[in-house]
């Protein structure tokens, strides 16, 4: 019998935010944005650990103050994978569960999806698994800001793109776009191969961090939900964030 995986969740957290600087010290109905993540993590009971990983002390001293755990970053990084792959390094794991720091709405079922699929017949071949939901609103479909993922017929990842793919030349056929929710699971030898290969065209065109994994020939596995997030990557994010919390308490 295999030993049960050392899974843990880390929180990227970088303060200037390039479309909203400071979002995760935001209020958010009496907590702050990154403390609610973290509690919502913490909450699954789905991991060994849960980390912040920061690069601002402003952030250090937040999850200091809600007794967390967090680890200060010694590097200037690029994105959260890098930031990631620094903190993990030294670290006895297995699976590592990014969890968006802007994203506080965390749905368990789908995260216990998102793991099994390291317990599945192709786990072997899975280097990082991470989540997709189907849309059907043109303006989502359109909108840059959403990731549009597209697979294969085992469920793994042939390409990312800001356009809407696939182009619907044939207007007669029916198909389903479906949104990258950028919460991933790394086999931790998959983010530490990232963290030492350099971005290629197609990352640097699209800008989207989990086509490096695809342009160096790693599998990634994605798994369906039906559960749409709240990301807050504006103001009007946020008092959404706020509109959902406040109808929840009210329920």
């Known amino acids: 019998m295999s030993e049960p995986l050392k899974i843990i969740a880390m929180i990227p957290a970088r303060y200037e935010a390039q479309r909203f600087p400071g979002k995760l010290m935001e209020d958010l109905h009496g907590k702050t944005v990154i403390q609610r993540t973290y509690e919502a993590a913490k909450n699954t009971n789905l991991f060994q650990e849960v980390y912040v990983v920061t690069d601002s002390d402003k952030i250090m001293n937040e999850v200091a103050k809600f007794r967390g755990k967090a680890i200060k970053s010694k590097k200037e990084h690029h994105c959260g994978s890098d930031r990631l792959a620094e903190a993990v390094y030294d670290m006895d794991i297995d699976i590592v569960v990014n969890v968006q720091g802007d994203e506080p709405f965390i749905d368990e079922n789908s995260l216990i999806k998102l793991l099994n699929v390291f317990a599945e017949d192709d786990a072997a071949s899975i280097d990082l698994a991470s989540l997709k939901v189907g849309i059907g609103d043109s303006d989502e479909i359109t909108n840059p800001n959403?990731?549009?993922?597209?697979?294969?017929?085992?469920?793994?990842?042939?390409?990312?793109?800001?356009?809407?793919?696939?182009?619907?030349?044939?207007?007669?056929?029916?198909?389903?776009?479906?949104?990258?929710?950028?919460?991933?699971?790394?086999?931790?030898?998959?983010?530490?191969?990232?963290?030492?290969?350099?971005?290629?065209?197609?990352?640097?065109?699209?800008?989207?961090?989990?086509?490096?994994?695809?342009?160096?020939?790693?599998?990634?596995?994605?798994?369906?939900?039906?559960?749409?997030?709240?990301?807050?990557?504006?103001?009007?994010?946020?008092?959404?964030?706020?509109?959902?919390?406040k109808s929840l308490e009210n329920k």
């Not at 065209?201 to 749409?228: H, S, W």
């Open 146 to 245: 959403n990731v549009k993922v597209i697979t294969d017929n085992r469920g793994f990842a042939l390409y990312f793109s800001r356009f809407p793919v696939p182009y619907p030349r044939n207007t007669d056929t029916t198909v389903v776009y479906y949104k990258h929710i950028g919460i991933y699971a790394f086999r931790k030898q998959a983010l530490l191969d990232f963290y030492n290969l350099p971005m290629l065209p197609l990352e640097d065109a699209e800008k989207i961090e989990c086509i490096r994994y695809l342009e160096y020939g790693k599998n990634i596995k994605m798994v369906e939900t039906d559960v749409q997030t709240i990301g807050i990557d504006t103001q009007e994010d946020l008092e959404k964030a706020r509109k959902y919390l």
